[in-house]
């Protein structure tokens, strides 16, 4: 018998199957799946793919960029899903959300239309 796949976590880059987004995590809990970025939403998990995971290390750097984001109704989730980062120093959160696979390939492809 398999294992069961190991669901995301803060740092994984994910792309959302409906609408073949691809995501950067902020969190998963049980069959949820949410995203960094604005606007805040959910997802499920069955309806997303792992296509990057990241290292112990960045995922430890990304919960930290979480502790500075106080008013974002995520970080609570995050600190009490990961607990706080021990991590030296915050990243920047890469511009990953709104833009879809396919249109991304059309612009590095020289096209342009999206």
Not at 51 to 65: A, T
Request: aromatic share 6%.
């Amino acid at each position: 018998m398999t294992e069961p796949a190991q669901p995301p976590r803060c740092g994984d880059h994910i792309i959302y199957r409906p609408t073949g987004e691809l995501w950067l995590t902020a969190f998963s809990e049980g069959e949820i799946v949410v995203p960094a970025g604005l606007p805040i939403r959910m997802a499920r998990v069955v309806d997303c793919d792992v296509i990057f995971r990241c290292s112990d290390h960045d995922h430890q750097r990304l919960v930290g960029v979480w502790e500075y984001a106080r008013e974002d109704i995520r970080t609570p989730i995050i600190q009490r899903l990961y607990g706080k980062s021990n991590a030296a120093a915050p990243m920047q959160l890469p511009n990953v959300g709104k833009k879809s696979v396919s249109g991304r390939r059309r612009r590095i492809a020289g096209a342009t239309s999206a």
